[in-house]
């Protein structure tokens, strides 16, 4: 069990390395349709993995309360949400494509702020894969070895051109290529510590956890909808970035349902 439960930790910063190292790769800069693309396809594979690995989990588990299971639901994913607002409006961070960051004022680089909004992104990301796993480990029969192991595979796919999306437009923006690869990585840091830290706290707090797995799906569908959508919708008209999404919720709702 431990061993998996690491595997599960590590996949997805495993992903965000690769895409990270796209950048050693790089002749120019990442073409804007790409983008798009790339971040339609994180959208749905989130916003898929939010519904089955996290939401419907969390409803089955507080089933005994009839006509109001989906209230833990509810309650854990406004609650999600609302710590990423929170989060939001405390770190100095700076989207893709944007030229006034947002936060608190704060005199670091470009390029540092870009790399804390991804960090934010990331976040919640890592606690969905801890949350999963603290089930699992709890031997909960709601959650499957398989399940958690889909979920993290699934992050980790769409992590990959996340980390892609980072590393090289700070290259683009003049940092060294080992820099952009370094801050691309680092970025993704995040997810494996969150998971672990969620995993300690959540067996403080297993029948909390419908609460927990929400909570985890609020976070991941504000960063869906503050950061992702708008990024793959911006600019001129394109269709690229819907049918990428749609790809990415298609991908992770039949590896959720496939290995749960």
């Known amino acids: 069990m431990i061993k998996d439960v690491a595997m599960g930790l590590l996949i997805p910063f495993l992903g965000t390395t690769l895409g990270s190292a796209c950048v050693f790769f790089m002749k120019k800069e990442l073409n804007r349709q790409v983008q798009r693309a790339l971040t339609g396809f994180a959208a749905g594979v989130m916003v898929a993995a939010s519904i089955w690995s996290l939401i419907i989990p969390a409803m089955e588990l507080a089933a005994d309360k009839g006509k109001l299971a989906f209230l833990p639901s509810a309650i854990g994913f406004w609650l999600g949400i609302l710590f990423l607002l929170l989060i939001d409006s405390v770190i100095p961070h700076l989207h893709m494509h944007a030229d006034k960051?947002?936060?608190?004022?704060?005199?670091?680089?470009?390029?540092?702020?870009?790399?804390?909004?991804?960090?934010?992104?990331?976040?919640?990301?890592?606690?969905?894969?801890g949350v999963v796993y603290a089930g699992f480990i709890s031997g909960n029969s709601?959650?499957?070895?398989?399940?958690?192991?889909?979920?993290?595979?699934?992050?980790?796919?769409?992590?990959?051109?996340?980390?892609?999306?980072?590393?090289?437009?700070?290259c683009a923006e003049g940092s060294s290529k080992g820099k952009a690869f370094l801050s691309g990585t680092l970025s993704g840091a995040v997810e494996p510590v969150g998971a672990l830290l969620t995993i300690l706290a959540a067996g403080f707090f297993l029948p909390a956890m419908p609460y927990l797995l929400s909570f985890a799906a609020g976070a991941m569908m504000y960063v869906v909808v503050e950061e992702l959508i708008p990024e793959m919708s911006e600019g001129e008209h394109s269709n690229i970035g819907v049918v990428m999404f749609a790809l990415g919720f298609t991908l992770m709702m039949a590896l959720d349902v496939a290995l749960g």
């Open 101 to 129: 960051a947002e936060g608190p004022k704060s005199k670091l680089k470009r390029t540092t702020m870009m790399v804390l909004a991804v960090t934010i992104h990331n976040l919640p990301e890592g606690m969905a894969v």
């Open 142 to 170: 709601m959650i499957t070895a398989g399940g958690a192991f889909a979920l993290a595979l699934g992050i980790a796919i769409q992590n990959f051109p996340e980390g892609a999306i980072i590393s090289m437009p700070l």
